[in-house]
């Protein structure tokens, strides 16, 4: 049985999703990255670079989501969940599952995490200043142009999706209000009404 | 005949050399990010994100380096560029090539691309003053945790290995020494010699 090691709030959702949707068999470890459990020894010593997500299979831990997505979807072709056997449209996904790790995602760590790159009171509230727009620009990127529609990718559903949703979650939480981005929104919803994510939700209330 | 859209001095140098290792037939299209030129139409057109690389093939435009990466390894199996038929081993090298463009590479862009997360010039130097800390952060767990040796992924050379060279490229520019990190410091070396590396870097000369 796999374990993914998960912070509610966190990006770590999207892989909890992708699992429950590829039926993976699978246990949620939930940490708590407020209370710092993330740097604590027991979880440096299955993630090194203390983060979520880590996803302890047999072979060993895989950490960083678009790594994790796209090895769910390998590991599980028969859920569907990337267009695996071609190389261009799953390149497509993945740059899409980059953009969001290196550019969305990291637009919005500038909220709280500002210390990861500076020093001074004064620069953290600058760089929160910011985020409404930061954010904001990479949701106009995706709303105009990446996003195909009903899906990410189009008609299939894809690993791109959770992740999307995943993100697409904190927009209220950074500032920017999500009528903005209508597909964007949509697309949220229509993903809160999937079982996989309804089971994954679930288990927060639980 | 793919194209590939690249900036001297940025991470598109990877998938530079990726695509000389794999053999492909392409082309070099150099713009200058110190001029501006991914911010200009003709560019936007490409990749409306205004960033490099991005690979023009006859399907249509990959970008974000690690999907291009994997892209290559994938379009060119002979190349033997990443372990294809195994699933987790391919992660290992997707979480690897991720950990690079979502930390690394952001921690680096705080030297002089600040603005995209905040405003203020006091920001702007204090983002800058923390880059050899936060790099040699990264640097720290690579040489340590993630680098097998004698390439990224252990006896096999990967898309790992350019894109490790390419931001170990950086590291004297961001105040990092790399006397701290032998192993990257001969890998960087290692990777100096080999003829597709050689052969890419040479273009700049000419």
């Known amino acids: 049985m796999m374990k993914l090691f998960h912070a509610w709030g966190s990006c770590s959702l999207a ?53 994790i997505l796209a ?34 995602h990291v637009a919005h760590a500038h909220r709280h995490r500002g210390y990861r790159w500076a020093d001074e009171e004064s620069s953290f509230a600058d760089m929160a200043r910011k985020v409404p727009q930061s954010v904001g620009a990479c949701f106009r990127l995706i709303e105009d142009e990446l996003f195909r529609g009903p899906w990410v990718l189009g008609e299939a559903y894809s690993i791109c999706d959770p992740y999307l949703f995943t993100l697409a979650g904190w927009l209220e939480g950074d500032g920017v209000d999500p009528g903005q981005f209508p597909k964007v929104l949509e697309h949220r919803q229509r993903m809160a009404e999937r079982p996989a994510v309804r089971k994954v939700l679930a288990k927060k209330a639980a």
């Open 15 to 67: 892989s909890a999703i992708a699992l429950e949707e590829a039926g993976a068999d699978y246990e949620l470890a939930v940490i708590s990255t407020r209370d710092g459990d993330q740097r604590r020894p027991e979880y440096l010593a299955v993630n090194p670079n203390g983060r979520v997500p880590a996803l302890v299979t047999d072979r060993g831990v895989l950490t960083e989501s678009p790594a």
């Open 71 to 104: 090895y769910i979807a390998q590991a599980f072709p028969q859920a569907r969940l990337a267009p695996l056997d071609d190389p261009f449209a799953f390149a497509q996904a993945q740059a899409f599952n980059s953009y969001l790790a290196s550019t969305v």
